[in-house]
């Protein structure tokens, strides 16, 4: 195999890929079964917008979520068809969903790597034959053409919830969780949101409160910088 395409190669940016995706590929759609799709706050505020349905009902229908057992953070993975163990958005004929595709989905055959700026490949050739096809591109180029900026944003915001003192993997509070899950839930987060008492302790002014009423993305990101607040007094008495 050539090593530009091992999967235990680390890319980078600058790092070349050979690849496409196309109805020809005897493989085609077949990345979209049986597997885990992790979904962030914004994948979801995604999905459920395209398919103009809220995010409860989103959840409830083609999710499975729980707090893990361990560190009690939220997990929510996109539900598999139980009969074909498809992605629920895909056909014979491709993504149903392709312009608001989760996160996981657009970086294919890509995957985020123990550190930042790294990469690795989640399929071989004999699994994705697109890793056959003479498209070049750099890491960059792909991730750019791909949409992946917004939701690495948006990742980073989420990362910033936390206070600094918090380990990856360390045990919270299953009410901490919970909090967490505002983010995934802006259902909920919407019901505290249009409560005036709640708008005057936090100093939302109605300029404010109209914005966010009208973006999705500025409701996500006030859901976060509430649950910072929550989580930071929180852990300031833990």
Not at 60 to 69: D, E, F, K, N
Not at 197 to 217: C, K, M, P, S, T
Request: glycine share 6%; proline share 5%; hydrophobic share 35%.
């Amino acid at each position: 195999m050539n090593p530009a395409q091992d999967t235990h190669e680390v890319y980078r940016t600058e790092s070349t890929i050979r690849f496409a995706c196309h109805h020809d590929l005897p493989c085609f759609t077949q990345c979209c079964r049986d597997v885990n799709i992790y979904l962030t706050p914004y994948d979801i505020l995604r999905l459920r917008r395209s398919l103009r349905m809220g995010s409860g009902e989103f959840l409830a229908r083609y999710t499975r979520h729980y707090l893990a057992r361990v560190t009690h953070v939220p997990v929510v993975q996109l539900a598999m068809d139980s009969h074909t163990l498809r992605c629920p958005f895909v056909s014979d004929e491709g993504c149903r969903v392709y312009d608001d595709r989760p996160w996981a989905c657009r970086m294919f055959p890509l995957d985020l790597g123990n550190e930042s700026g790294v990469y690795r490949l989640l399929a071989d050739k004999k699994r994705c034959l697109g890793l056959h096809e003479g498209q070049r591109w750099t890491v960059g180029e792909w991730l750019e053409t791909q949409g992946v900026g917004p939701y690495e944003a948006m990742e980073q915001a989420l990362q910033q919830v936390m206070p600094p003192e918090f380990q990856p993997g360390q045990r919270m509070e299953a009410g901490l969780g919970k909090l967490l899950y505002l983010a995934y839930d802006l259902d909920r987060f919407d019901a505290i949101l249009n409560d005036p008492r709640f708008r005057a302790l936090h100093g939302i002014d109605e300029d404010r409160y109209v914005a966010v009423r009208q973006n999705d993305e500025e409701k996500l990101l006030l859901a976060f910088a509430y649950i910072q607040r929550q989580i930071a007094e929180l852990f300031s008495v833990l």
